[in-house]
């Protein structure tokens, strides 16, 4: 799968998370720019998962559906991580 197909089916993300991801698609001609962007977007999706756990902790009644989502992050975190490694391995500028 393209990246642009990746950050198409990350409809669910949140909205300054997608931005960044795109914002950095656009740049991807800059090797170092586009790594920024997807360090931005990774970050993003840390920051998240804190907001997930803090709320899953104030309001357990919530906790199955915000678990869910704090696994998803985590899962976009790591893919995130992986196609870092894949740029800065194999990106040609």
């Given at each position: 799968?393209?990246?642009?197909?990746?950050?198409?089916?990350?409809?669910?993300?949140?909205?300054?998370?997608?931005?960044?991801?795109?914002?950095?698609?656009?740049?991807?001609?800059?090797?170092?720019?586009?790594?920024?962007?997807?360090?931005?977007?990774?970050?993003?999706?840390?920051?998240?998962v804190?907001?997930?756990?803090?709320?899953?902790?104030?309001?357990?009644?919530?906790s199955?559906?915000?678990?869910?989502?704090?696994?998803?992050?985590?899962?976009?975190?790591?893919?995130?991580?992986?196609?870092?490694?894949?740029?800065?391995?194999?990106?040609?500028?």
């Open positions: 799968m393209n990246y642009m197909n990746w950050v198409a089916n990350c409809d669910d993300l949140q909205t300054p998370l997608s931005q960044i991801l795109l914002e950095g698609y656009g740049r991807n001609n800059y090797k170092g720019d586009f790594i920024r962007f997807l360090t931005y977007s990774q970050a993003s999706c840390d920051e998240t804190c907001h997930l756990s803090k709320i899953n902790r104030l309001y357990p009644e919530l199955l559906s915000f678990k869910e989502k704090t696994e998803q992050y985590k899962l976009l975190e790591g893919k995130i991580n992986n196609f870092i490694k894949y740029v800065q391995l194999n990106w040609r500028t």
